[in-house]
C-alpha cells in the first residue's frame, strides 16, 4: 500500500498514512491472518505499484512485473479479479490526461501482457475451455442468482428487487461507519472504520471526486465504486467483508488524503513552523487510534474461534511432555491447526467407532483426550481405564459445549 500510494501520487507523507492507517484496522488486521483472504490483494497492490512505476517511469521491467502479479491474482481468491477492470480504469485515467503514459510504453504493455500469460500458464488453457467453473463462484454470489432473491427478499422482510437492491446499496455505503461484517469469517461486531476517522472517508471521497481530472484521483475514485459495488452491493449478504479486502487500502488513502490536506493547507497559508506540532499531533492520534481499535479487536475476537483452533489453544498451553488423543467429529485432531500449535507432542487420532478404549490406543504416562459433545459419553471409559484425570468443559461465551478435555498427568497406566 505503501509502494502504489507513493507512486500514484508521488507523495511519501501520504503513503506513510495510507500504510498506518491499514496497519491498525481491525477489518485488515483479521484477514491478513486468513491467507486465502488477503493473498489476491497483497499480491494485487504489487501489481498497482509496479503497472503505474511502469507508466510514470517508463521501465518494461515494472510492467512486465505488473503482468506477472496480475496473472498470480487471477488464480486466487475470486475478489481479486478486480485487478483487471483496476488496471482497465488505470489505462483509460492515462488515456483521458496522460496519454504519453500510453504512446511512450507500446512496448511495456505488451511485456505486462505476456507477464500475465506466463504467470497463468497452463491455467489459461483450462479457464478458457471450462469458463463456467472459473465462473462458478461469482455466479453462486450475485444477488439475482434466484436462490439469492429469495433468501434476501426473507432477510429484508421485502418482495421487491429494487428494493433488494436498496437495501444493498444501503449497506454497502454505510459498512465503512454504521453496518457489520455479515462474513462466517469475522462477524466483527463494529463497522469497517473507527468512528474517529471514518466521517474522514467521506470528505476525502468528495476531494478525489473534485479533482477527477488528475489521473491519480481519477483512478482512485473509480476503482472505489467499482470493488463496493461488484464486491458488495451485487453479492449476496452485504457487506461481507471477505470480498472487499481491496476496498480497505482504497478506503485508508481516501482518509489518508484528508489528513495530508489538513497538513498542505498549513503549508500553502504559510504557517510551515506550525506543520510539525500538526505532524506531531496526527501521530498521536494515530497511536491512541490504534491502541482503542486492538484493544476492541481483541475483546471480540478474543474466543471467536473454531473448536479445531480452540482445540489448537489448549494443547498449546499444556507441556509439551503431554501427548494428544481425541475422538471428534466436525474436525480431525491432527489437521493443520492442532498439529502446528501442538507440535512436539504426538498427536493420535482415534475412530470414533472404536469398540474399548484401552491403554495402547493412547500410550503414554502424560496425556490428554479431546472429546467433542457428541462423544461425551465415552468419558466414562476414559476415566475407568485412566483413573485420576481432571475434566474440564471447553465452552463457548454462550455457555454452548464446545470440546471436554481429559486430562491424565504424572500417572502409570493401569
Known sequence: ??????????????????????????????????????DPWFLGFFALFFFFDGLKGRRKVSLALAGLFTGFVLVSYPSGRAIIPMIGIGL????????????????GLVWMALGVLVALGPNLIYFITDWSVYMQRAREVIIFNPGNIEHLKYTYRVDSVWLIIWEQVKRSVLLFNYYTDKSAQFAYPHPMFNSLVSPMLILGFGMSLYRWRKPAFLFVTSSFIFILVTGSILTNDAPTWSRLVGIIPLAALLIALVIDEFVNVLERVSLRPFVPFLLLGVALFL??????????????????????????RYLDALPDEINACGITDEYRIDQEEIKFLGWPRSIVVVPPDTAALTAD??????????????????????????????????????????????????????
Open 92 to 107: 483509460a485515467s492515462a488515456g483521458l490526461y496522460k496519454r504519453k503514459w500510453l504512446t511512450d510504453n507500446y512496448g
Open 1 to 38: 500500500t505503501y509502494l502504489f500510494t507513493w507512486r500514484l501520487f508521488d507523495r511519501h507523507r501520504l503513503a506513510i498514512l495510507a500504510a498506518a492507517l491499514i496497519t491498525i484496522n481491525p477489518a485488515h488486521i483479521n484477514y491478513s491472518r486468513i491467507v486465502g483472504y488477503l
Open 287 to 312: 497511536g491512541v487510534l490504534a491502541v482503542m481499535d486492538w484493544n476492541t479487536y481483541l475483546r471480540e475476537v478474543e474466543n471467536l474461534a473454531r473448536p479445531e483452533v480452540r482445540v489448537a
Open 361 to 414: 490406543i493412547c500410550p503414554g504416562q502424560n496425556l490428554v483426550w479431546i472429546l467433542s459433545p457428541t462423544y461425551q459419553n465415552r468419558l466414562s471409559e476414559l476415566q475407568t481405564q485412566w483413573p485420576g484425570g481432571t475434566v474440564e468443559n471447553h465452552r463457548l461465551e454462550n455457555g454452548d459445549l464446545m470440546f471436554i478435555s481429559y486430562l491424565i498427568s504424572n500417572q502409570t497406566n493401569p
